[in-house]
């Protein structure tokens, strides 16, 4: 679907959006043209605005590009519908900084303000520059007019640290309720060794549950994977804390598309193993007694 593109404009735009379809179809994308087609008959921008975006706030198609004099009218029509982050782009640096950090879905054009050659540039960028994800998730996420009901994130969670918590915090930014899955003692000896846990599952779920400003609910699962558990919770958003990306983490995990994946970057040198090999390198762990 990443390669069917909305294209629309008001009359001053019609000549730039033709050139443009050319362009793309010449691409392999698929355009849909909602129009006008006629330079000489003026037309509202709002109106044509509103056609693509509609489509886009219900996500039939995930990408459009408005043209009009300035770009402005259509931005500001635009960015009226949810789900729909329209940037205004009149030069080749903002091109991809809009969609590396704020995952922009729609391009307006100013077909007076830019010359045609440099609004060709700012696609071209616009179009081959993916978003970021990282630090960038939680903000564009803020945009939303509309806040996810329930967020699902899972781990060990067997030595709480500050990696932990920066997770937990991310996730629960994203929704109304944060649904913790944690894997049960005999599934984390799979994972992690004879040796781990260090804290059984029950304590790790006493825990969790005392962060009730953060986490609302936790569930004990008992499989390596957490397939099962997010097919019977049905959250709207899955996180993940990692070096993949989001789609990599979708194909592994096997989650279905109807729910959003937002991957919270690990934090360097946080994690339960550095914790437990720090103690084992104390040469007084033994407790002194006075």
């Known amino acids: 679907m990443n390669n069917i593109i909305g294209l629309a404009s008001d009359h001053n735009g019609v000549i730039l959006k033709e050139k443009i379809r050319a362009y793309l179809k010449e691409r392999d994308y698929v355009v849909i043209d909602i129009g006008p087609y006629?330079?000489?008959?003026?037309?509202?921008?709002?109106?044509?605005?509103?056609?693509?975006?509609?489509?886009?706030?219900n996500e039939d198609i995930h990408l459009g590009i408005l043209v009009c004099g300035t770009g402005v009218g259509m931005s500001i029509?635009?960015?009226?519908?949810?789900?729909?982050?329209?940037?205004?782009?009149?030069?080749v640096m903002t091109a991809p900084k809009s969609r590396e950090h704020n995952d922009s879905n729609v391009l307006c054009l100013g077909s007076w303000s830019t010359s045609e050659k440099q609004n060709f540039e700012i696609l071209n960028l616009w179009l081959r520059t993916d978003f970021g994800e990282g630090r960038h998730v939680a903000r564009v996420e803020k945009l939303s007019s509309t806040k996810k009901r329930v967020v699902f994130t899972n781990g060990v969670f067997d030595i709480l640290h500050s990696g932990h918590l920066g997770l937990l915090t991310f996730a629960k930014s994203l929704g109304d309720k944060l649904v913790v899955g944690i894997n049960s003692d005999r599934s984390v000896r799979d994972l992690k060794g004879e040796n781990r846990p260090i804290n059984n599952e029950e304590d790790?779920?006493?825990?969790?549950?005392?962060?009730?400003?953060?986490?609302?609910?936790?569930?004990?699962?008992?499989?390596?994977?957490?397939?099962?558990?997010?097919?019977?919770?049905?959250?709207?958003?899955?996180?993940?804390?990692?070096?993949?990306?989001?789609?990599?983490?979708?194909?592994?995990?096997?989650?279905?598309?109807?729910?959003d994946v937002k991957i919270y970057p690990l934090l360097e040198n946080y994690s339960t193993t550095n914790v437990i090999k720090k103690i084992y390198e104390q040469r007084n762990w033994k407790k002194i007694e006075n």
Do not use: M
């Open 204 to 259: 790790r779920k006493e825990l969790l549950e005392a962060l009730s400003h953060l986490v609302d609910e936790v569930v004990i699962y008992d499989n390596i994977k957490s397939s099962a558990v997010i097919d019977e919770i049905q959250p709207s958003i899955v996180v993940k804390g990692g070096e993949w990306t989001a789609e990599e983490v979708r194909k592994r995990d096997s989650i279905p598309i109807g729910i």
């Open 38 to 57: 006629h330079k000489n008959k003026k037309v509202d921008y709002v109106d044509y605005a509103n056609q693509l975006c509609q489509i886009i706030s």
């Open 77 to 91: 029509a635009a960015n009226r519908f949810d789900k729909v982050r329209a940037a205004l782009v009149h030069n």
